[in-house]
Nanobody, 119 residues
Framework: QVQLVESGGGLVQPGGSLRLSCAASGFSLDYYAINWFRQAPGKEREGVSCISSSGGSTSHAHSVKGRFTISRDNAKNTVYLQMNSLKPEDTAVYYC????????????WGQGTQVTVSS
C-alpha cells in the first residue's frame, strides 16, 4: 500500500503555531522532494513550501517566508512543516505531495489536513 498521510492540522489563534507532518508508507521518501500545497474554499491551489530530496535546499512562497520552516527526517520517513506566526489568511486544507524535484510533477498526494486560524 503506497500512501502519504498528513497530520497535525487543527484550530489555532492568530499568532500561534502548528507543525504538520507528512508520513509515507509503502515507499521511501529518501529520493523524493516534498511539496506542500494549500487550498481554501473558492480559491486556487497554492504552492507553499518545498524541500529537496537531499534536504539541502528549500523553497517557500513569499507569503510564508520567515514564518514557515520545512524539514525532513528520512529515518522516520516523514517531512514536517513548522508554521509560526499564523494568520487568518493561512486557513486552508494543506496537502503534501512527493515528486522528483521541487515544483516538478508529483507522483503521490496525501488526503489533506485542515488548518484553521481564527480568534
Amino acid at each position: 500500500q503506497v500512501q502519504l498521510v498528513e497530520s497535525g492540522g487543527g484550530l489555532v489563534q492568530p499568532g500561534g503555531s502548528l507543525r504538520l507532518s507528512c508520513a509515507a508508507s509503502g515507499f521511501s521518501l529518501d529520493y523524493y522532494a516534498i511539496n506542500w500545497f494549500r487550498q481554501a474554499p473558492g480559491k486556487e491551489r497554492e504552492g507553499v513550501s518545498c524541500i529537496s530530496s537531499s534536504g539541502g535546499s528549500t523553497s517557500h512562497a513569499h507569503s510564508v517566508k520567515g514564518r514557515f520552516t520545512i524539514s525532513r527526517d528520512n529515518a522516520k520517513n516523514t517531512v514536517y512543516l513548522q508554521m509560526n506566526s499564523l494568520k487568518p489568511e493561512d486557513t486552508a486544507v494543506y496537502y503534501c505531495a512527493a515528486g522528483a524535484d521541487c515544483w516538478a510533477p508529483n507522483d503521490y498526494w496525501g488526503q489533506g489536513t485542515q488548518v484553521t486560524v481564527s480568534s
